[in-house]
């Protein structure tokens, strides 16, 4: 198992755009915003082992079965 992370600069490009729309938006309308950068990594993670010849597939971390709590913009 692989976690990755967003790629360099996608979190802040995503925090900008929010604030483009929004001075103040909801902390857990944030948070799903943020994690489409770390589903666009793994997908694409999965993608480039799969060329090189392996078996990959991409997960969330809901599908993984991380379950984690109503609080919102906590750092992991």
């Given at each position: 198992?692989?976690?990755?992370?967003?790629?360099?600069?996608?979190?802040?490009?995503?925090?900008n755009?929010?604030?483009?729309?929004?001075?103040?938006?909801?902390?857990?309308?944030?948070?799903?915003?943020?994690?489409?950068?770390?589903?666009?990594?793994s997908?694409?993670?999965?993608?480039?082992?799969?060329?090189?010849?392996?078996?990959?597939?991409?997960?969330?971390?809901?599908?993984?079965?991380?379950?984690?709590?109503?609080?919102?913009?906590?750092?992991?």
């Open positions: 198992m692989v976690v990755v992370s967003a790629m360099a600069g996608e979190t802040d490009k995503l925090i755009l929010a604030h483009e729309i929004s001075q103040n938006p909801t902390d857990r309308e944030m948070d799903l915003l943020l994690s489409s950068g770390e589903r666009v990594t997908a694409l993670t999965a993608i480039a082992i799969e060329a090189l010849g392996h078996k990959a597939m991409a997960f969330t971390g809901r599908q993984m079965g991380i379950i984690t709590d109503t609080v919102h913009t906590r750092p992991g």
